[in-house]
């Protein structure tokens, strides 16, 4: 029987490890852990002590000790703004206490029940020990189970949460409704409860308020990306409607020009018939031109090119277009404006001597082929994290850019691989 206790005992330990690492995940949700190992081992050994505190009726110290011992282990062991570690910090704690007050108070009030036994434990049999050695174990897998749904829960609204700019406003409006429960769970352990089943709907409740904290942030937070994405669309929007509204004023200037053309054509001057001939060259010219898009293609390449040498990014574009001419203008400007606005906005996460972008375009086998490259940041976890994929990829960019590509029945594919991001288009050339 001592044998068993002892594997229980182990299991136990285990199970409190498992514990601390799920939590460890959670908050690294919120929150991205500072990147020297060192640091990282630290931080999962000492967020043991906090997720695994013991917490009891009138218990000042361990309370004391969980909430600022958690403010002080967010802000050594991770980075990003205080106010968003403040947030983290009111949104969990709740949820810890509740949890633990729950796990270590039910199972000893349901020990007691069942053995009847005294509270000194010097007292007890091996068999009342094996007892409440087993129940403790069950008590630590339902804060498992617990902890994991905490974070099964929170990874739904990962993209949310993590959003690097989120408005300070809306994390003290969160702060603020989370600051309530937090104080509300030291009032009640501290001065309200006299029994330990009085506080139990207390715990729940504080447990659905933190997911509910969670749930908050995440909308606000996608809120805050919708109104920033509607903004971009409304800019663009009215980019591309002066743009028609410049091409109709020279559209309307060159059918008068013509007119006129056909008056000058009349005279018998020398110089006359010269300067209308050169005019009827230009507009002959201007017809072959504005129609293929190349003009809405030229000034984009331009502008981010201008853009790429003020954040000293290497620019690179070796486009071959003569047979482009099928694609719109409009078409033209939403794929290229959109994939190279947000490469030049990934440029600005990596160092300064990594900024590279490159677009090739070329006809290959009765294919046009459309390539966007640039480098990208990879993060503490070994994962890639750009502009794109945080901001582009789940955002109205790409479908607009996947959009313009349906449209002439063509395929767009994304690969992000060892510090690189590619875009790549393909379209077939049409059979004229």
């Not at 050994?45 to 958690?70: H, K, P, R, Y």
Request: with cysteine; hydrophobic share 45%; aromatic share 12%.
């Amino acid at each position: 029987m001592e044998q068993i206790i002892k594997l229980l005992d182990i299991l136990s330990f285990l199970l409190a490890w498992v514990c601390t690492g799920v939590a460890f995940c959670t908050i690294s949700l919120f929150l991205k852990p500072r990147k020297h190992l060192v640091m990282k081992i630290l931080s999962v050994l000492l967020i043991s002590q906090i997720v695994c505190v013991v917490v009891f009726l009138n218990d000042t110290v361990n309370l004391s000790f969980a909430f600022l011992g958690f403010v002080l282990y967010t802000f050594v062991f991770y980075e990003g703004e205080w106010q968003r570690k403040i947030t983290v910090v009111l949104i969990l704690y709740p949820i810890i206490i509740g949890i633990n007050f729950l796990q270590q108070n039910v199972s000893s009030d349901i020990f007691f029940a069942i053995t009847h036994a005294n509270d000194s434990v010097e007292g007890w049999s091996t068999y009342t020990h094996l007892q409440s050695t087993f129940l403790w174990v069950l008590s630590q897998m339902a804060r498992v189970i617990a902890w994991i749904g905490v974070f099964l829960f929170t990874r739904r609204y990962k993209r949310q949460i993590a959003f690097e700019k989120i408005e300070k406003s809306t994390l003290l409006i969160v702060d603020s409704l989370m600051l309530i429960s937090t104080v509300a769970a030291f009032t009640v352990i501290f001065f309200v409860a006299s029994k330990n089943y009085i506080v139990y709907p207390f715990c729940v409740v504080e447990i659905i308020a933190g997911l509910g904290g969670i749930t908050l942030i995440a909308y606000m937070s996608k809120s805050e990306q919708m109104k920033k994405e509607a903004e971009k669309l409304k800019a663009q929007h009215e980019y591309y409607t002066e743009k028609l509204r410049d091409e109709e004023r020279v559209r309307s200037l060159y059918h008068d020009m013509k007119n006129h053309l056909l008056i000058l054509e009349k005279q018998n001057s020398a110089d006359t018939k010269e300067m209308a001939e050169d005019l009827r060259r230009k507009i002959s010219d201007y017809e072959n031109y504005v129609h293929t898009g190349n003009e809405f293609l030229d000034i984009i390449i331009r502008d981010k090119a201008k853009k790429a040498k003020e954040t000293e990014t290497d620019f690179s574009a070796n486009i071959n277009f003569e047979r482009g001419s099928f694609i719109d203008a409009m078409d033209m400007s939403t794929i290229f404006g959109n994939a190279l606005d947000n490469a030049l906005e990934a440029q600005l996460k990596i160092p300064k001597n990594r900024r590279m972008i490159t677009v090739k375009a070329d006809c290959v086998r009765e294919m046009l082929s459309i390539v966007f490259e640039n480098n990208c940041v990879i993060d503490g976890n070994g994962h890639e994290k750009t502009t794109k994929q945080d901001q582009f990829l789940h955002g109205f960019g790409i479908r607009n850019i996947k959009k313009a590509v349906e449209k002439y029945e063509g395929e767009c594919s994304i690969r992000k691989e060892s510090g690189r991001f590619a875009m790549k288009i393909i379209l077939p050339l049409p059979e004229n």
